[in-house]
C-alpha cells in the first residue's frame, strides 16, 4: 500500500521533511533540558504556512507520546514545535519524558489535510485517519495506525469509538466521522 500523502500542490521536499525533523529534534532536546522553546526561523518558506500536524514520539517501538492538532492554528514548524514538546510532556498516558530519554526516542511527524465528513463506506483503512464525535465524546487515530495493527475497515471504525470512551458500534449509531490523510515521515 502507498504511504499516505497530504493533499497539497505535491509532497514535501525531502529537504522540508528533514527541517522539519530537525525543528522537532530540536524542540524537543531544549525544552527537555532547558524549559524552554527555541527560536526557529525556517529556511523553506512552505514551512511558514498554517499547517495542522500531529507528532509521535516513539522509544523503540513503544509509543511514549502523541499529541497534535486537527486544525491549522499556526504556522506549521512552529505546530510541530507545539506538538513535540507536548508530546513529550503532556500526554496523559505517559509520564514526562526525561533529559537522558532524549537520545534514545524516535519522532514521527504527520501533517494533516483538513477534516471532512465521511461514511463509513467510504473509509480506506491504512489510507483515512479518522475523528469520531458523538455527544461530548471525542477520539482520533492517525492513518498509520490501522496499517501498523493490520485492522480493517470495521475494526478500524470500533477502535476509534474506543479511543473516545464509546461503545465499538457507536459508529452505526448517530456519532460523527470525520476522515483525513496525512503525509508521515520521521527519523
Not at 492538532?69 to 514526562?96: I, N
Request: a negative charge.
Amino acid at each position: 500500500m502507498e504511504e499516505p500523502t497530504m493533499g497539497r500542490q505535491g509532497a514535501f521536499s525531502p529537504e522540508e521533511r528533514e527541517e522539519l525533523l530537525r525543528i522537532a529534534r530540536r524542540a524537543l532536546s531544549i525544552y527537555v533540558s532547558e524549559g524552554r522553546m527555541p527560536s526557529e526561523d525556517p529556511a523553506h518558506a512552505s514551512l511558514s504556512a498554517p499547517g495542522a500536524a500531529f507528532v509521535t514520539l516513539r522509544g523503540g517501538e513503544r509509543l511514549r507520546g502523541c499529541i497534535g492538532y486537527t486544525e491549522p492554528h499556526a504556522p506549521l514548524y512552529r505546530t510541530v514545535q507545539e506538538c513535540t514538546v507536548a508530546a513529550a510532556t503532556e500526554d496523559p498516558r505517559f509520564p514526562r519524558v526525561t533529559a537522558g530519554e532524549v537520545g534514545g526516542l524516535r519522532i514521527e511527524i504527520s501533517v494533516l489535510t483538513p477534516l471532512s465528513p465521511v461514511r463509513p463506506e467510504d473509509v480506506e483503512a491504512g489510507v483515512h485517519g479518522l475523528m469520531i464525535r458523538k455527544g461530548d465524546r471525542r477520539g482520533l487515530l492517525l492513518p498509520q495506525v490501522a496499517l501498523e495493527r493490520g485492522w480493517d475497515r470495521d475494526t478500524f471504525l470500533s477502535q476509534v469509538c474506543a479511543k473516545a470512551g464509546l461503545s465499538p458500534d457507536a459508529w452505526k449509531e448517530g456519532a460523527e466521522l470525520f476522515s483525513f490523510t496525512a503525509e508521515v515521515f520521521g527519523e
